[in-house]
Each structure stands twice: as structure tokens, then as C-alpha cells.
Nanobody, 115 residues
Framework: QVQLVESGGGLVQPGGSLRLSCAAS????????IGWYRQVPGKQRELVAI???????NYGDSVKARFTISRDNAKRTVYLQMNNLKPEDTAVYYC?????????WGQGTQVTVSS
């Protein structure tokens, strides 16, 4: 069992930055692939970024070159550094941990980009 707690969301102006954190407790954190997803009302949840247990990462096309995902296995935490934020980045951001058929989600954190 893995418990995930997101933090770091909030209100930011366009062009600003935020860093989201996903803190995990429970099972062996380093074995899991950890992803950040986001969702707005009426739309499907979409992948923002994912970092694999081996350390490689992938990004959604809309956030490439603006967002950076990283992990600190010793702290059992994954970070999402978001720069040059745009109003279309407004969403609830969710952390996901996946290991074979095991799949866990956090409760989400709201990010609002508005002037």
C-alpha cells in the first residue's frame, strides 16, 4: 500500500512558477514509477509528466521545456517544477504511483493561473 500526499498548489500569475511535491509513505518508493496528471472539469485526466523508477522521464507535449519532474528517493518525494505557467495550466494536479498492477492516486492539489 502507498499513500500519496500532494502539496504546493495555489494561485499564480501567468508567467510565474510553482513547485508541486508528492510525498509517499508505505511501500518501497524507489520501485514505483511516479507521474503527475491534471484534470479540469469536463475533460479527461491527462499526463503532465512521469519519472520512472530508473530515473528517466517523459512529458506531455503542452508542458515540455516548461515543467521538470524529479525524484528524491531518500525523501520519498517527487517534485514537479512548473515555470512560465499559463492560464491553460489551471487544473487539479494529481500524483500517481504505479508498480506493475499496483496503482495509487493522491487527493490532488489545485493550481490556478490567473491575473
Amino acid at each position: 500500500q502507498v499513500q500519496l500526499v500532494e502539496s504546493g498548489g495555489g494561485l499564480v500569475q501567468p508567467g510565474g512558477s510553482l513547485r508541486l511535491s508528492c510525498a509517499a509513505s508505505g511501500s518501497i518508493f524507489s520501485d514505483y514509477d511516479i507521474g503527475w496528471y491534471r484534470q479540469v472539469p469536463g475533460k479527461q485526466r491527462e499526463l503532465v509528466a512521469i519519472i520512472y523508477s530508473g530515473g528517466t522521464s517523459n512529458y506531455g507535449d503542452s508542458v515540455k521545456a516548461r515543467f521538470t519532474i524529479s525524484r528524491d528517493n531518500a525523501k520519498r518525494t517527487v517534485y514537479l517544477q512548473m515555470n512560465n505557467l499559463k492560464p491553460e495550466d489551471t487544473a487539479v494536479y494529481y500524483c500517481n504511483a504505479r508498480f506493475y498492477t499496483l496503482d495509487y492516486w493522491g487527493q490532488g492539489t489545485q493550481v490556478t493561473v490567473s491575473s
